[in-house]
């Protein structure tokens, strides 16, 4: 797509559920990350993922979240049984991964998921 | 460790003044990239402008400049001719790649308003 898209935008769920978030990145990017973000604050990086190959999960809370990219594409960020200080906007972004620092190489973001744990 | 910081959390600007927001970093890596994101009140994230740390020239992006110093560790984002549009809040971010992972690391902002 022309865009880093994700869904759902708004989720409301109650305490102890599971959710699982979709991030569908540019087409032909190679590299995707999930960040989450606080009312007020700057993203925190969460995951990354270089094709399917899940490179660095050490911004995961705890290990009720978990996160999969099975065919170097759409992933998907699963919390399970959510508590009330999950909420947050839970952005994905992607890139070209060139690994190398160019102006080519830019972050894309889509436009979030907010999530709301009652 | 990778470390942003945008000390002002709020600026004020008439509309058509020029702006910098403030931004320094810290890093042993001798490779990184720099990027500036645009976050208005609908919640989207918005690319600016991007500087590598091997680029001798500094970035333009339209109305958009990165003032980057790299002995200093700083790279502000100017905006020219400001306008009501550019109220929002801002973010420096610093991109990383060590050990087969790559990560943002951004600071906690600065919200620009532009008054008319």
């Known amino acids: 797509g022309a865009g880093v898209s994700q869904s759902p935008r708004y989720k409301v769920t109650k305490r102890g559920q599971d959710v699982a978030l979709r991030c569908d990145p540019i087409?032909?990017?190679?590299?995707l990350y999930w960040y989450r973000q606080a009312l007020g604050q700057g993203p925190e990086f969460l995951t990354y993922f270089n094709y399917e190959a899940q490179q660095d999960k050490s911004g995961l809370p705890n290990d009720r979240f978990s996160a999969e990219r099975p065919e170097g594409s759409i992933s998907t960020l699963t919390i399970q049984r959510t508590e009330q200080r999950d909420s947050a906007m839970y952005r994905c972004?992607?890139?070209?991964?060139?690994?190398?620092?160019?102006?080519?190489?830019?972050?894309?973001f889509g436009e979030g998921s907010w999530l709301t744990v009652v | 460790a990778q470390k942003i910081t945008q000390t002002q959390p709020g600026m004020f600007v008439q509309e058509k003044e020029a702006v910098t927001l403030d931004c320094t970093y810290d890093?042993?890596?001798?490779?990184?990239?720099l990027f500036w994101y645009k976050q208005p009140s609908s919640g989207e994230m918005i690319f600016l402008i991007y500087?590598?740390?091997?680029?001798?020239q500094n970035a333009t992006e339209g109305r958009y400049s990165l003032n980057f110093q790299k002995a200093r560790k700083s790279a502000n984002l100017v905006i020219s001719a400001s306008q009501l549009g550019d109220s929002a809040m801002y973010f420096c971010a610093m991109r990383t790649s060590q050990g087969g992972s790559e990560k943002l690391v951004f600071g906690k902002g600065t919200k620009l308003t532009v008054n008319p």
């Open positions: 087409s032909g990017h190679v590299s």
């Open positions: 972004a992607s890139s070209l991964g060139t690994r190398r620092q160019s102006s080519g190489n830019t972050i894309y």
């Open positions: 890093t042993s890596d001798q490779s990184y990239g």
């Open positions: 500087q590598g740390s091997y680029d001798e």
